[in-house]
């Protein structure tokens, strides 16, 4: 046996089954029918589905098979659309003659055509011009139908084709003859055929059987009388074939499910059949529907003055109510139906089904058929819910089947069958059902929150009070509020998504509730132990379908998972929060408790950004407005720290993002960091600097102007503080570019500020400054601030500072405030040099372009002047100030400067320790002419102390006073001059040092009568190394007045030739330049002066000493005397390298000194074989060799020990080749010379010459003895 879970609601065939006593309404309708004589009508009254049809099929029972009733039933919900007087007579006329065999439909047929067509059919002859002529007329209607519809389609096609010319550019013509042969082969004749066709074939047919029939169409039946009429003449014919028959009783069902037209169309049919004599009408219906009808649509105007319930009251004699059905009768009704029809969905409940029962039959159930609806609809669900359990496909095993779900299944099957709206909305808002009782007890807070329960509330005076309609369902909802889940998806679409089914039911609702209490580290323990992406969708669920006060906590839970989510749900995840941010107070989401990167995170990866960024914003606004209601994220209030702290970490997670941000996120961070609300200025520069170091890249567009200004305030302030502030200093310098760039005009008006801080700064920033673009105004506010500069050192700092000073367009002015030109003055005095440095001409430079405004202006720099006074006179790094600025000191200063450095030169206030420094300064200051007066009165005062001979008892200062003498001799006056002179040439035998020195000093401007006698004086005077020195110097200075003509050039040649060792360089020089020719004799003591020099001394000269030896050597006109005569006395090597190395013609002339060498001594010869032999390879070989037979024609034995071994060195392996004779005539003679010993030497030599055939020769010719002819064989290993 099939198992069964579902009821057929049909009513009732027997009384066996009539479980709320319909059969007592039936006996009384079977009373009221024979009981009274039609016609007359019932009413029988009920709700849909309270029994009225069982009721009827029970009537039909009783009465069924008694001859005098016959029982027509018509469902008028059937002909809606259809005459229900037609159709009335149709199924009366099916009704009255079952028993026909005939069909039904050739007997409706036709009886129907008796009603509305009148036809005769009769046979004649007929000729065929009388049938021609019946036909011509059908073909003039045909021709003229085919003629018009030809035109319509040529018509059709000439608008297609000119609209395709227009829109393709194509060949009108071309398309348009296309069109018509198109028409003229599928359209034009088949259009004709098929009618001419048809016409053809009837003709021919009515042609061969020679009949005619006539048709006449009888109009329309119109009256309720015409109807009334045909239905008495079928009861009439049905009365002649069944006399027993008394009553027809027609029920009507269905009525109240029309709509209002056709209900009252229904009634006005009803009324037409009213008269008839054995009628009984039987209408069920829902008489509130039916008033409702009836008030709508009048049936005509005569019941203009009857509403609906009197025109109900006359149209039914009888009216039968059936009252509701008691709830526990009803609760009765529906578990024993189920035990009995469907007793598998009962055992399927496990139990339960009791207690289903008394959910789905609620209060507002009052019929049989809707026990049977929602017991159907319960059966749907659970066996759905069962399925998709046990298949393991959609749902948890006994998720929603178990003892708690199932209940709940039922009361979501009550909400699908009697309230749907409500079923339809809880899809939508999970929260639904809870929302709507809230509300109805008065729980629910804000009304707009709950803008979208509108439709079962109406508002009143700002309260929310329950539509009437929905009185049923919130007796319901509080009746079941007991029953709940925690998660109400599953139930709705009975069956979870991968996401709920992978993760478990119970996985499910407890996610829900961290997230519903906002906790995060719930959501986050499962996603790092369950499958994340599971959990990531159930997340996504949950927020999709969380409202009302739960969703703010949802939402704050889900942006702190964000990190956790899997990068592919990520996106899908951040869009669901931002677009369920625009469903909920940004107030109830408890921000303080999101963490700043996972606010950023949701708003960068969401699509949608709106609620994201609203979020942001929100809690800038409260970070940077320090809000007291803003906590931590334990809900402790927050201190200045921490907002700082928290402030921070956001906007530099903004930043660090900053091309996603949206323009208004842009702006509010952009004002906060530039301090532009009074509500920011709490907030500590330092912090902002902070952010800045994360974000340099955004200066420009977020930090900018106000950056810098709030920077140099703040390095302003902190100045002292050394070590803090350098790194603030260093950012200073980065972002100076920038504001240089984009704001420049600021960049200058704050460099008073930037540039008064230290020295570092100042110099680091300046370069940075166009000096060109810099005002007055603005360059003195600049002096001002650098003047007060701390300056600790000297440096390139400084350097660089006193450059843009002089640079910029400064004035110093008088001003009550300040006194400028002290501040200038204590400036300069502060930063001049302790030490010789690059800063004093800058700062030369500086302090002449102030005096250079005003001349007198260095007058009131009365420190500088002062300390430079004092100085200058020990220390010699001024003198560069002194004489670049003398030129503007007042007379006074010049006086008390000279009074001051006097002490070097003055004989009563000498002072042998600044003569030096004196010197200094008087060289210049000489410079300056304004200085000359002071400079030469000193100097005639000290020449008036010579002409006292105080020199003779103070000689220290004597000597420093001729220091001051050439300095000055050109301002000296003549007089005071040529006394001096005269003093010197008096007591120059008595002190030639001093005196000869004293010439040197005026040498220059002795006259031409005085000096030739002075020089004769001075080189015979001249007996020291001291004053040799002097006379030299003197000498150069006077030697235009040296000459042969003068008669002192030899005297001078020889001073200066036998003097070169006092100082070899100061001598040579002058012997090279001053000195043309000179004799041998001097040339030779030259060479001997020279070379008796130590050796670092003719190091040292050695360029000079060639000079001046080939200078004097090419002078010459006996070179080969004087070569040989060099050769001869001094060192091989200095005359190879002093004389031979460096001349260009050293080949000829020794060669030419070769051709001389008969009349020249041993010596000369052992000299040029050692010379010669590092000149081998450039001499002829001719000339060497008589060189060398020069020299073996006259060598004996000690010439050839002190040459042999220089031989075998010098020329090792040398060859005469052709000249080998000129050799070896001397060589034989030679050996015969010498004595044993050295005849091996001369052997040894004529060897290594290749000579030993010339001894071969000579022993056969017997022309050595007998021991030299033995010495020759043992030498060369020849044969005896």
Known sequence: MSEKYFIKDTALKDKQNDKFHHFDFVKNLKKIIEEHNPPFNIALIGKWGVGKSSIINLLKTELNGKEEYKVH?????????????????????????????????????????????????????????????????????????????????????????????????????????????????????????????????????????????????????????????????????????????????????????????????????????????????????????????VEKKRLNKTFDDLDGQLFLDKLFQFKLSLPPIIESDMKDYAQKLAEQEVPDLVRMCNGQFSEIIKVLIHPEVTTPRQVKKLLNIFANNMLIAKGREDGSRKLENELITGIKGIKFLAKLSVLQSDYNDIYTALIKNYNLLEDVVEIYNGDAGSIKKYDELYRFFNKKEEKLVLKNDYQGLINFLIMTQHISVDNISPFIYLGQNAVGLLAGDENQRQIRRNLISGNE????????????????????????????????????????????????????????????????????????????????????????????KNVILYVLKNLFAENESWMSKTGKPLNKEDFINSSLELVNILLNNEKELDNEIQLVIKNFIKNSKEQYSSFPFERIYELYQTNKILFDDYFGLSFYQQLINYISDNKDKGEIIKPFVETLYQIIPSIKKNHYDSLIESLPLILGINKNITA??????????????????????????????????????????????????????????????????????????????????????????????????????????EQCIQVDIYDNFILETNRYFTENQRVAL????????????????????????????????????????????????????????????????????????????????????????????????????????????????????????????????????????????????????????EQYAKFLVENIHVSPTRFLNSIKNNLVTMSDENFMILMKEIFELNNDTITINKSIILVTLEKFFNSTESKKNLLAQIIEEFNLKIVKEFFLDP????????????????????????????????????????????????????????????????????????????????????????LRRVNSDNKYKVLEIAKNFGLEIVFKQARQNKQLSEMESETVREVFNLRK
């Open 73 to 293: 039933e018509i469902n008028a919900w059937k002909y809606e659309n259809d005459s229900l007087k037609k159709a009335f007579l149709k199924n009366l006329w099916k009704t009255l003659n079952k028993e026909q065999d005939v069909s039904i439909f050739e007997n409706y047929k036709n009886w129907f055509r008796k009603i509305l067509i009148e036809s005769k059919q009769h046979e004649e002859s007929k000729g065929f011009k009388d049938t021609l002529k019946g036909f011509l007329p059908f073909v003039y209607v045909l021709t003229v139908i085919w003629g018009i519809s030809s035109l319509f389609f040529v018509i059709l096609f000439l608008l297609f084709d000119s609209l395709t010319t227009f829109i393709t550019t194509k060949n009108f013509h071309i398309d348009l003859l296309k069109s018509i042969n198109f028409f003229k082969d599928k359209i034009w004749i088949p259009l004709g055929i098929p009618p001419f066709f048809a016409l053809f074939m009837g003709f021919l047919n009515s042609a061969i059987q020679n009949k005619r029939t006539d048709i006449q169409m009888l109009r329309p039946i119109e009256t309720a009388d015409e109807y009334e009429e045909l239905f008495k003449e079928e009861i009439n014919n049905y009365k002649k074939k069944n006399p027993n028959f008394k009553k027809l009783v027609v029920v009507v069902d269905d009525l109240d499910r029309l709509s209002p037209k056709k209900v009252v169309d229904a009634l006005d049919a009803i009324k037409a059949f009213v008269d008839v004599d054995e009628c009984i009408f039987i209408v069920t219906c829902d008489e509130e529907i039916l008033i409702q009808a």
């Open 764 to 869: 680091n920033i300046i370069p940075m400054v166009d000096v060109n673009s810099i005002n007055e105004e603005s360059a003195t506010k600049i002096l001002v601030a650098i003047m007060n500069i701390k300056i600790e050192e000297e440096d390139s700092k400084l350097n660089s500072i006193i450059n843009f000073l002089y640079k910029i367009p400064f004035t110093i002015y008088e001003d009550e405030e300040i006194d400028l030109f002290k501040e200038f003055d204590n400036f300069v005095y502060n930063v001049l040099p302790t030490k010789q440095h690059s800063t004093m001409p800058l700062l030369i430079q500086l302090v002449n372009k102030l005096t250079s405004i005003e001349a007198n202006y260095f007058g009131k720099l009365s420190k500088l002047f002062n300390y430079l006074k």
């Open 521 to 612: 580290k719930g959501v986050i323990n499962y996603l790092e132990k369950e499958n994340a992406d599971t959990i990531s969708l159930l997340v996504l669920e949950e927020i999709e379908n969380t409202y009302g006060d739960d969703l703010p906590f949802v939402i704050k839970a889900s942006y702190q998972i964000i990190n956790f989510i899997p990068d592919n749900r990520k996106r899908e995840f951040a869009n669901k929060i931002s677009i369920k941010l625009q469903e909920v107070s940004i107030e109830a989401l408890r921000a303080w408790q999101i963490d700043s990167k996972n606010l950023y995170s949701i708003y960068n990866l969401a699509e949608s950004r709106q609620g994201a």
């Open 1143 to 1230: 001349m260009d013609n050293r080949i000829y002339i020794l060669e030419e000194l070769i051709k001389t060498l008969p009349n020249k001594s041993d010596k000369l010869k052992q000299q040029l074989i050692r010379i010669i032999g590092n000149y081998k390879d450039e001499l002829n070989i001719k000339y060497i060799a008589e060189l060398f037979a020069s020299a073996f024609n006259t060598f004996n034995d000690e010439e050839i020990n002190a040459i042999y071994d220089d031989i075998l060195t010098l020329y090792s392996g040398y060859r005469f080749f052709k000249s080998k004779s000129i050799v070896a005539a001397q060589i034989v003679p030679l």
């Open 898 to 1049: 000279f009074n001051h450095i006097n002490k070097g030169v003055l004989y009563g206030t000498f002072d042998v320790n600044v003569t030096d420094r004196t010197y200094s300064l008087y060289s210049q200051l000489i410079k300056n002419k304004e200085n000359h007066d002071q400079i030469k009165g000193s100097i005639h005062q000290g020449i008036d102390y010579f002409s006292n001979n105080v020199y003779q008892n103070n000689v220290d200062w004597a000597y420093n006073f001729l220091n001051f003498l050439p300095l000055t001799v050109d301002i000296i006056d003549k007089s005071k001059l040529n006394m001096f002179i005269n003093i010197a040439r008096n007591h120059m035998s008595s002190y030639p040092d001093l005196m000869i020195k004293g010439l040197r000093c005026v040498g220059g401007s002795i006259s031409t009568s005085d000096v030739k006698e002075c020089i004769s004086q001075v080189i015979n005077t001249a007996n020291n190394d001291t004053n040799k020195i002097d006379a030299h110097d003197f000498l150069n200075q006077v030697s235009a007045n040296i000459s042969e003509e003068d008669g002192n050039l």
